[in-house]
């Protein structure tokens, strides 16, 4: 019997997201800031004696979660199908035909792991060099808090929302994409330089350009988490994925993190044990 395991990395988008998807991409130019996490999709093929073919999948984060968790299952399974080579761009040609109207930016994380720093121009992507220092990365991860809601959303739907919005060049989309777009520089430029006041201005930049496009994509949050921001236990917070529900994140002030962590598990939020995944896509054959 022949086996090939392959396994990929969600991510946490920190900036950017939304600006990785045509038709914007081939309008402006998208740019994103993100890291992947040690948590998993997995992909699996087996041929047997008689040469029968079987193919699974599994993520250890549920689907609707924000995590880009459909493309790293894909870039897996793709990884698996064929090789590695190419999988994250197999990938996403794999969901445009399945009508998914997403961007790139989850199975290139998936592909790559560690932190990512990407520019979208047309259907190009351009991996920019970045590397933050251990003293960013340490703090990112003790003060980024990621809470899942359990709220449900389709993100594809929210997507078409969006783009039809787009299309019809309303202003407010308009507008928020490229503060979404330029928060990802700043993200960019916060982390690199452990410019942690970059990083949480980086955050605010992109929750306000994401209440551009359409308030509703914050709204399953807001009343958890707008107290916490007002009372300063947190310094910013952003949801994750397209938004609508799935998992949010939230930037905690210096010695907030129990305190933010109670009122989510109030909320019947649950909160992500999280780390740096460094190496992306793993495959295996037996």
């Not at 080579?85 to 792991?113: S, V």
């Not at 259907?123 to 933050?132: M, S």
């Not at 039809?164 to 690199?192: F, H, N, S, T, W």
């Not at 962590?261 to 909320?267: G, H, P, V, Y």
């Amino acid at each position: 019997m022949k086996r090939i395991d392959a396994h990929a990395p969600v991510r946490i988008d920190l900036a950017g997201g939304w600006t990785d998807v045509p038709p914007y991409t081939h309008d402006v130019g998208g740019e994103v800031v993100n890291v992947a996490i040690n948590i998993y999709a997995h992909a699996n093929l087996e041929v047997d004696s008689d040469g029968i073919l079987t193919v699974s999948y599994r993520c250890d984060a549920p689907v609707g979660s924000g995590l880009g968790t459909t493309g790293a299952i894909n870039v897996a399974l793709m990884a698996a199908i064929s090789n590695s080579e190419d999988a994250e761009e197999k990938a996403y040609q794999f969901e445009a035909l399945l009508g998914n109207t997403g961007g790139r930016q989850d199975q290139w994380a998936a592909k790559c792991g560690g932190f990512n720093h990407l520019m979208f121009i047309g259907d190009a992507v351009e991996e920019l060099p970045f590397d933050p220092p251990r003293s960013a990365k340490f703090w990112l991860h003790k003060h980024l808090i990621v809470a899942n809601t359990g709220i449900p959303h389709v993100s594809g739907d929210l997507h078409k929302n969006i783009w039809k919005k787009y299309v019809e060049k309303d202003p407010g989309v308009i507008d928020g994409l490229m503060k979404i777009r330029m928060a990802a520089r700043k993200m960019a430029q916060g982390l690199d330089q452990d410019r942690r006041d970059l990083v949480v201005e980086a955050f605010s930049e992109v929750c306000e350009g994401v209440d551009a496009l359409d308030p509703a994509l914050h709204d399953p949050f807001r009343s958890v988490v707008e107290p916490m921001l007002q009372s300063r236990d947190i310094m910013g917070w952003k949801a994750l994925g397209a938004g609508g529900g799935g998992c949010v994140a939230m930037l905690c002030a210096p010695n907030r993190q129990d305190s933010v962590k109670a009122i989510c598990e109030d909320a019947g939020w649950s909160i992500l044990d999280w780390d740096y995944d460094e190496i992306g896509l793993v495959v295996n054959a037996n």
